[in-house]
Structures are given as C-alpha cells and as structure tokens.
C-alpha cells in the first residue's frame, strides 16, 4: 500500500505511524540527491513548459514531474466509479490527463526515451471530497530517471502548485508565463493568481518560462555584488553548463561613476565560474534603472537569472523582487534563483 495513504486511512498504531513516517522522511533525503523539476502545465499552449524541463534536466541524475491541477469537482460531473479505476491508464478524458499524455510525448522526444522499457506504477489517494482525487503515473527508466504524471485535485491551481511542492522536495519549478501579470501586494494571498503567488511563496527556484527555445540561446546571470548573488551564479551556471547553454554574466551600476565596481563584479564573477571549470561567454555592465537594464540586455538569451535577497515569504509578497518586475516585462524566460 502507498506509504501516503496508509497515513490517510485511520486507525494507525503509533508504530506503524512512525514507521511510515520514517520511511517517507527516507524517500524525500534520497530525492534531495538528485535533480527534480516540477513541470506545471496549464493547456496545450503550455506545452513549451515541458521542452523546458527536458532540456534542464537531461541527466539520469534529474527527475522531471509533469503536474496539472484541475479544480475540485463538487457538481456530481465525474462519476464515483471512476474512482475505482486507473484514470491515468484508461481512456476517460478527465480534465488535464490528455495535457498531460501530450506532455509526456514532448518528454519522450527531447529525451530520447522509450517508454516501453521504463517500469510504472499508478496511485490514487482522496483529495477534497473529489471523487477522483488525485492520480499520479510514475515511470522508472533503465537509467534511474524518474518521470511522472500528476493529475492533482485543489480549489485553484497556484495552492496546488505550493501543496505539491510539499510532497517533493523540487529543486526547480517551471510555470507558463500568465495572461496577465500582476503587482505584488497583499491580494496575493486573496486572489486566484497562479505565477507572481508561486514565485512569492515557493522555497525554491522558479522560472516564468517563455516559449524561446527555438530562437534565443545562452544564460544571462544578473549579479549584485553579494555573496548570496555570486553563490546563486554558481548554481544557475552549473545549471547552464548541464544543459550546453554559455553564460553571460552581467551587472548594473546606479550611475557612470559606479561602473568601474560593475566591471569587477562580473570579472570576480567570471574568475569565480572559470575556476570551477566553466567557461563565461561574455561579461556586460551597464548604469541606469537595474530592472530597465536587465530586461533590455537580456531580452535575447534563452534564461534571464537574478538570485533572490533572501526575503520571507511575506516580505516578497509585500515588497515584490526583482525577479517578479523582470519575469512581468521580459520576453525570455525569467529563472528566480532561490537558495535554500
């Protein structure tokens, strides 16, 4: 039985609990050792979403989870039998599962993998009085990589998004850039917006991704002059080197008179990556508005990258980023590098 669902049914021994909670605890440590991507798609204009995952996470050592979170159904619409059934694998078209089997065949074309000798496993567990609740398939390929389609059941996506994280941990959550972008502030946590409450709330990474792949190349890393920014450089850098894109590191001064400490910033930084074995493609400094001059250099690279200050939760939904104002006016996808 699913170690979640055993926790679900009731009653437990105070032994088998911990027992089960120590075997979940075990599950999460061995997934901190590899690379995990969740992949959030939303329609088949998301789609680009899953290219991205792919060409992030190309590596045995990566899990990509394709998730797509429909709402609660409270109108009697899916029938209670179906319940008992393997959604996932059967051929009722519930809301998001041919999303999702489109993803996957994205997936398999990127990834060059071939379904047919991956091991897979399916799971339902009760979520919000759903009849269905929640379905995932998960496929073990010959190589140890993971891929996974989750069919998540919430009362609206972005808390959806969040509760998934929690069964994780991710190191990267990938999202679709949204209709329309929003301020930060205190309707954050009122209102049914999925990205700028995602990007406010998640402990770690998150991209706005933009469907560029075809046309723009290379990493563009924004770098403040801290030690958070430079070790936020490492991590996107390493990112970049995975996945065979050049790194461009870049830095903005307030005035003229400060570019000399934005030309030492990105050489410090450039010594720092060369160090480590990867090569920096290009170093740029600029003067004027930071977010202006970072959406207007970046604009042609595949990822624009900025490390967050390390604010809460409450002082990110309360005060934005950076980040948040350079994924609303970019038209490359924005990566808000989270260290944790």
């Given at each position: 039985?699913?170690?979640?669902?055993?926790?679900?049914?009731?009653?437990?021994?105070?032994?088998?609990?911990?027992?089960?909670?120590?075997?979940?605890?075990?599950?999460?440590?061995?997934?901190?050792?590899?690379?995990?991507?969740?992949?959030?798609?939303?329609?088949?204009?998301?789609?680009?979403?899953?290219?991205?995952?792919?060409?992030?996470?190309?590596?045995?050592?990566?899990?990509?989870?394709?998730?797509?979170?429909?709402?609660?159904?409270?109108?009697?619409?899916?029938?209670?039998?179906?319940?008992?059934?393997?959604?996932?694998?059967?051929?009722?078209?519930?809301?998001?599962?041919?999303?999702?089997?489109?993803?996957?065949?994205?997936?398999?074309?990127?990834?060059?993998?071939?379904?047919?000798?991956?091991?897979?496993?399916?799971?339902?567990?009760?979520?919000?009085?759903?009849?269905?609740?929640?379905?995932?398939?998960?496929?073990?390929?010959?190589?140890?990589?993971?891929?996974?389609?989750?069919?998540?059941?919430?009362?609206?996506?972005?808390?959806?998004?969040?509760?998934?994280?929690?069964?994780?941990?991710?190191?990267?959550?990938?999202?679709?850039?949204?209709?329309?972008?929003?301020?930060?502030?205190?309707?954050?946590?009122?209102?049914?917006?999925?990205?700028?409450?995602?990007?406010?709330?998640?402990?770690?990474?998150?991209?706005?991704?933009?469907?560029?792949?075809?046309?723009?190349?290379?990493?563009?890393?924004?770098?403040?002059?801290?030690?958070?920014?430079?070790?936020?450089?490492?991590?996107?850098?390493?990112?970049?080197?995975?996945?065979?894109?050049?790194?461009?590191?870049?830095?903005?001064?307030?005035?003229?008179?400060?570019?000399?400490?934005?030309?030492?910033?990105?050489?410090?930084?450039?010594?720092?990556?060369?160090?480590?074995?990867?090569?920096?493609?290009?170093?740029?400094?600029?003067?004027?508005?930071?977010?202006?001059?970072?959406?207007?250099?970046?604009?042609?690279?595949?990822?624009?990258?900025?490390?967050?200050?390390?604010?809460?939760?409450?002082?990110?939904?309360?005060?934005?980023?950076?980040?948040?104002?350079?994924a609303r006016l970019a038209k490359t996808s924005v990566l808000d590098v989270r260290l944790g």
């Amino acid at each position: 039985m699913p170690l979640l669902k055993m926790l679900q049914r009731k009653p437990l021994t105070g032994r088998m609990e911990e027992a089960v909670r120590k075997q979940l605890q075990k599950i999460k440590a061995e997934r901190r050792q590899r690379f995990r991507v969740l992949a959030s798609l939303k329609d088949e204009e998301s789609l680009y979403v899953a290219r991205m995952a792919a060409h992030l996470a190309d590596c045995p050592k990566c899990d990509i989870v394709l998730l797509f979170v429909r709402p609660v159904d409270r109108s009697g619409s899916i029938h209670v039998q179906l319940a008992r059934r393997n959604i996932l694998q059967a051929g009722v078209e519930l809301p998001g599962l041919r999303i999702l089997r489109e993803g996957l065949e994205v997936l398999q074309q990127e990834l060059r993998l071939n379904m047919e000798e991956c091991e897979t496993s399916t799971e339902q567990m009760n979520a919000w009085g759903d009849p269905v609740g929640d379905a995932r398939i998960t496929y073990t390929c010959p190589d140890g990589r993971h891929i996974v389609l989750k069919l998540k059941v919430a009362p609206e996506i972005a808390s959806g998004i969040l509760d998934q994280y929690e069964l994780g941990p991710y190191n990267l959550i990938i999202l679709g850039k949204p209709e329309r972008w929003r301020r930060s502030g205190l309707w954050l946590l009122f209102h049914h917006v999925v990205a700028e409450r995602v990007m406010a709330m998640a402990p770690c990474s998150v991209m706005i991704a933009r469907d560029t792949l075809d046309t723009n190349r290379g990493f563009f890393i924004y770098l403040d002059g801290s030690a958070r920014s430079f070790n936020g450089m490492r991590r996107t850098a390493i990112l970049a080197h995975e996945a065979g894109e050049p790194v461009t590191l870049f830095a903005v001064a307030p005035t003229q008179e400060e570019m000399r400490q934005a030309q030492k910033t990105v050489d410090k930084g450039r010594e720092i990556l060369e160090n480590l074995g990867i090569e920096v493609s290009a170093t740029k400094t600029a003067f004027g508005d930071t977010v202006q001059q970072i959406v207007e250099h970046g604009n042609d690279h595949l990822v624009i990258a900025i490390t967050d200050r390390g604010r809460t939760r409450l002082q990110r939904i309360f005060l934005g980023s950076i980040a948040g104002e350079v994924a609303r006016l970019a038209k490359t996808s924005v990566l808000d590098v989270r260290l944790g």
